[in-house]
């Protein structure tokens, strides 16, 4: 795991890249690679690689990067780890032509496949990536972002050049880069709490969706490709008994967690105590050398909106006989890591467990562990979530032979008693316009509500915009490629495509990543996936039974206490912390912010704070990225003019 940056020049521009130029940049992302760092320039100044190292597989100094091939004709930054190279690496060696000078480098492994395979080597690859290469006999330079998105990647076109990078903030090092926020982005942040790729909540910076590529030519063409979609690789098991089903699952599930423990340094777990994480710890520890670190986080208090997990954390740890670890949480510990927060995240990411992960993250690393193993993606293959079954019984009353005059009645209704703002009207409006119930699972704001939340000149501007604007691509490719187009695969595939790369998972990156912590994600391995979703939606949840056949897999591996036990969530007491000194902080922020912008209406604003903590949770990230990278930026920019 590292930070990787890089620039190239198009043909008719005057600009070089420099050394410093590269290290400014590079030297942004210093804690995701406190171990090394590396600079690369062509020689005609055109193009340049950095890196800030991270070191986990093959720690010698021949695999620092950025690396070349053996002549010098191709160069490449990697930022995660492919896990299976030593399986590539051995098919190259059998191949031959190709000279190593590393025992053991992944990076290396890229190399010498794509000399080998050119692009489609990437389809060989297992793991988390993000990749830059330049090939110098074509002048061409690749971005790769993995299949899943567990990698960030992030762009930027202008002044007659292209930068990239692992984080935004390496991006804004350039003085020409520009600093403001893409309204139409903040409009999509309002509805998921983060940017839909490829935008991000700056204009001119974009992101690189999940399972994509970019060729860039040296005259500044651009061709984009998606080289992996999950149904792509799916083949049904509609004729698979049920039993068979659960052993694969399994299998598959113990081979991505060994795969995941190849590591030069040491590895751990976060343990919350539920399904998902305990199952990871469970398989970690099988045929382990000795006992795993497992780390859990707790909160001083028995808060009713979230109570403590530990006990069933400890419960599990001590069945695996594990080195357990514990972090307790206060308020005080929320409001003191928020600028820290505002600034690894890049952009918004409004979901308080950022505050909870960056902590444990922390736990893990003064206890001398480099990677963890956590449990994300489960939830979104199976059928985790109470929210999805309710989901699944509104889309079924939906589907139900209604007229849509009576439907446009019953919303005439709603607005009649005034609850525009809320979920029936939103999920009655939908139906009435034929699109799908769930939107993903992780809305913010309805649409009415947006519009009441903006500001005059927004609403204005964005008129006609919609939160489905951003998911109609995606039910596109769903409708065009799924075997399966029940609601619960349209469910998990859009939060495969959007939910987990673009949240979720950059949840984890930026606050792992933070604390120079690798995370590694089990049931996210694409192999794993595939299999997932090759499962019929009726088995996957029964008799309303919340992940069924994956309960049913792991039964006899962790206690059954474990996994019937009402799913809880990693959370974070935001409910009551915000009727003490979060709250008074917030309102503060958003008065001032409302003051010195135009972005909100500050009535609508002031309802929220009253009526809604966890919204003005989702409003408070934006002040506070905005106070950070924008106006902070636009105040030193003008005491620049003054000078």
Same mark, same amino acid.
């Given at each position: 795991?590292?930070?990787?940056?890089?620039?190239?020049?198009?043909?008719?521009?005057?600009?070089?890249?420099?050394?410093?130029?590269?290290?400014?940049?590079?030297?942004?992302?210093?804690?995701?690679?406190?171990?090394?760092?590396?600079?690369?320039?062509?020689?005609?100044?055109?193009?340049?690689?950095?890196?800030?190292?991270?070191?986990?597989?093959?720690?010698?100094?021949?695999?620092?990067?950025?690396?070349?091939?053996?002549?010098?004709?191709?160069?490449?930054?990697?930022?995660?780890?492919?896990?299976?190279?030593?399986?590539?690496?051995?098919?190259?060696?059998?191949?031959?032509?190709?000279?190593?000078?590393?025992?053991?480098?992944?990076?290396?492994?890229?190399?010498?496949?794509? @000399?080998?395979?050119?692009?489609?080597?990437?389809?060989?690859?297992?793991?988390?990536?993000?990749?830059?290469?330049?090939?110098?006999?074509?002048?061409?330079? /690749?971005?790769?972002?993995?299949?899943?998105?567990?990698?960030?990647?992030?762009?930027?076109?202008?002044?007659?050049?292209?930068?990239?990078?692992?984080?935004?903030?390496?991006?804004?090092?350039?003085?020409?880069?520009?600093?403001?926020?893409?309204?139409?982005?903040?409009?999509?942040?309002?509805?998921?709490?983060?940017?839909?790729?490829?935008?991000?909540?700056?204009?001119?910076?974009?992101?690189?969706?999940?399972?994509?590529?970019?060729?860039?030519?040296?005259?500044?063409?651009?061709?984009?490709?998606?080289?992996?979609?999950?149904?792509?690789?799916?083949?049904?098991?509609?004729?698979?008994?049920?039993?068979?089903?659960?052993?694969?699952?399994?299998?598959?599930?113990?081979?991505?967690?060994?795969?995941?423990?190849?590591?030069?340094?040491?590895?751990?777990?976060?343990?919350?105590?539920?399904?998902?994480?305990?199952?990871?710890?469970?398989?970690?520890?099988?045929?382990?050398?000795?006992?795993?670190?497992?780390?859990?986080?707790?909160?001083?208090?028995?808060?009713?909106?979230?109570?403590?997990?530990?006990?069933?954390?400890?419960?599990?740890?001590?069945?695996?006989?594990?080195?357990?670890? @514990?972090?307790?949480?206060?308020?005080?510990?929320?409001?003191?890591?928020?600028?820290?927060?505002?600034?690894?995240?890049?952009?918004?990411?409004?979901?308080?467990?950022?505050?909870?992960?960056?902590?444990?993250?922390?736990?893990?690393?003064?206890?001398?562990?480099?990677?963890?193993?956590?449990?994300?993606?489960?939830?979104?293959?199976?059928?985790?979530?109470?929210?999805?079954?309710?989901?699944?019984?509104?889309?079924?009353?939906?589907?139900?032979?209604?007229?849509?005059?009576?439907?446009?009645?019953?919303?005439?209704?709603?607005?009649?008693?005034?609850?525009?703002?809320?979920?029936?009207? @939103?999920?009655?409006?939908?139906?009435?316009?034929?699109?799908?119930?769930?939107?993903?699972?992780?809305?913010?704001?309805?649409?009415?509500?947006?519009?009441?939340?903006?500001?005059?000149?927004?609403?204005?501007?964005?008129?006609?915009?919609?939160? /489905?604007?951003?998911?109609?691509?995606?039910?596109?490719?769903?409708?065009?490629?799924?075997?399966?187009?029940?609601?619960?695969?349209?469910?998990?595939?859009?939060?495969?495509?959007?939910?987990?790369?673009?949240?979720?998972?950059?949840?984890?990156?930026?606050?792992?990543?933070?604390?120079?912590?690798?995370?590694?994600?089990?049931?996210?391995?694409?192999?794993?996936?595939?299999?997932?979703?090759?499962?019929?939606?009726?088995?996957?949840?029964?008799?309303?039974?919340?992940?069924?056949?994956?309960?049913?897999?792991?039964?006899?591996?962790?206690?059954?206490?474990?996994?019937?036990?009402?799913?809880?969530?990693?959370?974070?007491?935001?409910?009551?912390?915000?009727?003490?000194?979060?709250?008074?902080?917030?309102?503060?922020?958003?008065?001032?912010?409302?003051?010195?912008?135009?972005?909100?209406?500050?009535?609508?604003?002031?309802?929220?704070?009253?009526?809604?903590?966890?919204?003005?949770?989702?409003?408070?990230?934006?002040?506070?990225? /905005?106070?950070?990278?924008?106006?902070?930026?636009?105040?030193?920019?003008?005491?620049?003019?003054?000078?």
């Amino acid at each position: 795991m590292c930070g990787i940056v890089g620039a190239l020049v198009f043909d008719d521009r005057d600009f070089r890249v420099s050394s410093d130029y590269i290290a400014q940049m590079r030297d942004a992302m210093l804690h995701r690679g406190p171990d090394g760092a590396g600079i690369w320039i062509s020689s005609d100044a055109r193009v340049g690689f950095g890196h800030r190292r991270l070191s986990i597989i093959d720690l010698s100094r021949a695999a620092d990067q950025p690396m070349c091939n053996e002549d010098g004709t191709l160069w490449v930054v990697l930022n995660g780890e492919i896990y299976n190279y030593a399986e590539i690496r051995n098919e190259l060696q059998r191949i031959g032509g190709h000279r190593w000078k590393t025992d053991h480098s992944d990076t290396e492994v890229i190399l010498h496949a794509f @000399e080998q395979w050119g692009i489609n080597c990437i389809q060989r690859f297992r793991g988390m990536f993000a990749i830059a290469l330049w090939d110098v006999r074509q002048r061409e330079l /690749w971005l790769i972002r993995d299949r899943i998105g567990v990698k960030p990647l992030y762009y930027s076109v202008h002044h007659g050049r292209i930068t990239f990078a692992s984080e935004i903030k390496a991006l804004l090092q350039d003085p020409q880069q520009e600093r403001s926020v893409d309204e139409e982005g903040f409009y999509h942040f309002l509805s998921f709490l983060t940017t839909p790729a490829p935008n991000t909540l700056f204009s001119g910076i974009r992101k690189l969706p999940a399972g994509t590529w970019f060729r860039v030519r040296n005259d500044g063409r651009i061709e984009e490709r998606r080289y992996w979609d999950v149904w792509d690789s799916t083949q049904p098991l509609t004729d698979c008994p049920e039993d068979e089903i659960a052993r694969r699952i399994l299998e598959e599930l113990r081979s991505s967690v060994k795969l995941r423990k190849v590591s030069d340094v040491p590895v751990g777990v976060f343990l919350s105590g539920g399904i998902d994480s305990s199952v990871n710890a469970a398989l970690f520890s099988e045929d382990n050398p000795g006992p795993v670190d497992t780390f859990s986080i707790g909160y001083d208090e028995e808060y009713r909106s979230y109570p403590n997990e530990l006990e069933y954390a400890r419960t599990m740890a001590q069945i695996i006989g594990s080195e357990h670890h @514990e972090r307790i949480l206060t308020q005080q510990d929320l409001i003191d890591f928020l600028p820290e927060m505002v600034r690894l995240q890049d952009e918004p990411i409004a979901d308080p467990v950022c505050v909870p992960v960056y902590y444990v993250s922390k736990l893990a690393r003064d206890h001398g562990v480099v990677v963890c193993q956590v449990g994300e993606g489960s939830d979104e293959l199976f059928c985790g979530y109470p929210a999805w079954r309710l989901s699944l019984q509104l889309q079924r009353y939906g589907d139900l032979p209604v007229p849509n005059v009576l439907k446009q009645f019953g919303l005439r209704g709603l607005g009649l008693v005034g609850v525009e703002n809320g979920r029936p009207y @939103e999920f009655l409006r939908r139906n009435a316009l034929g699109l799908p119930i769930f939107w993903g699972g992780a809305e913010a704001f309805t649409e009415t509500h947006k519009h009441r939340l903006l500001s005059s000149r927004l609403r204005r501007q964005l008129k006609g915009l919609t939160a /489905w604007d951003a998911l109609a691509p995606i039910r596109r490719r769903f409708l065009d490629n799924a075997w399966e187009k029940s609601d619960l695969a349209w469910m998990s595939y859009l939060d495969l495509s959007f939910r987990l790369p673009e949240l979720l998972l950059m949840r984890v990156d930026k606050m792992s990543m933070g604390v120079s912590l690798e995370a590694r994600v089990p049931f996210l391995d694409h192999k794993f996936v595939a299999l997932a979703m090759s499962i019929p939606g009726a088995i996957k949840t029964r008799n309303g039974v919340l992940k069924y056949i994956l309960k049913k897999s792991v039964r006899g591996l962790i206690p059954d206490a474990l996994i019937d036990r009402k799913k809880q969530g990693f959370g974070v007491p935001v409910q009551e912390w915000f009727a003490n000194r979060l709250g008074d902080f917030t309102r503060h922020e958003l008065d001032s912010f409302c003051r010195d912008t135009d972005f909100l209406d500050p009535t609508e604003v002031t309802r929220v704070l009253e009526n809604d903590r966890k919204r003005a949770w989702y409003l408070l990230n934006f002040a506070l990225w /905005w106070k950070q990278y924008i106006s902070h930026s636009q105040t030193e920019h003008l005491a620049e003019a003054v000078i």
